[in-house]
């Protein structure tokens, strides 16, 4: 079975430029996570998906980032326009919707602005 | 936010030895869960232990939870180069309104298992 799927793995822009991630969850599982994680750092929680629905987005920086998620299954991440601090590595995870279940990550895109 | 906290953040020790990782947070939680990281990949799964269980192992691994320090330990037992790697604690906290944020990750510890 495939796990979580994200692309593309690497991306450089420059600032002030749009930025697009993509994640494929596993098969079934209804909640999908996208962290940020700076170098050195532990992932910091961006949005958190309970099927189509965004339940907790209170860290999403609205002005710049927004997030959807068609249809309960894919989800994409956007960046517009990106600033030099947006650089970082952007995690996607995804898990049953019920209690005591891990979750399971993607390799990750790293994003650098320059 | 309400993290967990890794203790220490960085611990270097010889091939074959223990390898013990601390973890302190905040709220109640549902459970508390440790994850690996290697360089440049993804997180992976280790363990999860309930908030009503006190020790759990896996293998190498062995996990502990106390509820009433709020804190964790992960021990991992005759340690092998590939052990090297971030290891993260994350929280899954009953939060104090609906939706709020959960699983929240700490800011790790890295591992260096020196052959």
């Known amino acids: 079975e495939a796990g979580v799927v994200q692309s593309p793995r690497y991306k450089i822009i420059e600032k002030k430029q749009p930025v697009a991630f993509w994640c494929n969850p596993i098969?079934?599982?209804?909640?999908l996570y996208w962290y940020r994680q700076n170098l050195g750092q532990g992932p910091e929680l961006l949005i958190r998906?309970?099927?189509?629905?965004?339940?907790?987005d209170s860290q999403l920086p609205k002005d710049r980032f927004s997030a959807e998620r068609l249809k309960g299954v894919d989800s994409t991440l956007k960046i517009q326009p990106a600033e030099l601090g947006d650089s970082a590595v952007y995690l996607c995870?995804?898990?049953?919707?019920?209690?005591?279940?891990?979750?399971?990550f993607g390799q990750g895109t790293r994003l650098t602005v320059v | 936010s309400q993290q967990g906290e890794e203790d220490p953040q960085a611990l270097s020790i010889q091939e074959g030895e223990n390898a013990t990782m601390n973890c302190s947070y905040k709220?109640?939680?549902?459970?508390l869960q440790w994850y690996r990281q290697n360089s440049g990949r993804g997180l992976v799964h280790l363990i999860l232990?309930?908030?009503?269980?006190r020790e759990k192992h896996s293998g190498r691994l062995r996990v502990t939870l106390d509820t009433s320090k709020k804190s964790s330990s992960l021990l991992i037992t005759a340690s092998r180069a590939a052990d090297t790697a971030s290891y993260f604690c994350?929280?899954?906290?009953?939060?104090?309104?609906?939706?709020?944020?959960?699983?929240?990750f700490g800011q790790g510890t890295r591992l260096t298992i020196n052959p």
């Open positions: 709220t109640s939680i549902n459970n």
């Open positions: 994350a929280t899954d906290f009953i939060p104090l309104i609906q939706g709020a944020q959960k699983l929240v």
């Open positions: 995870a995804s898990s049953f919707l019920s209690r005591d279940t891990e979750a399971f």
């Open positions: 998906y309970e099927n189509e629905e965004a339940v907790d």
């Open positions: 098969s079934g599982h209804n909640t």
């Open positions: 232990i309930r908030s009503n269980e």
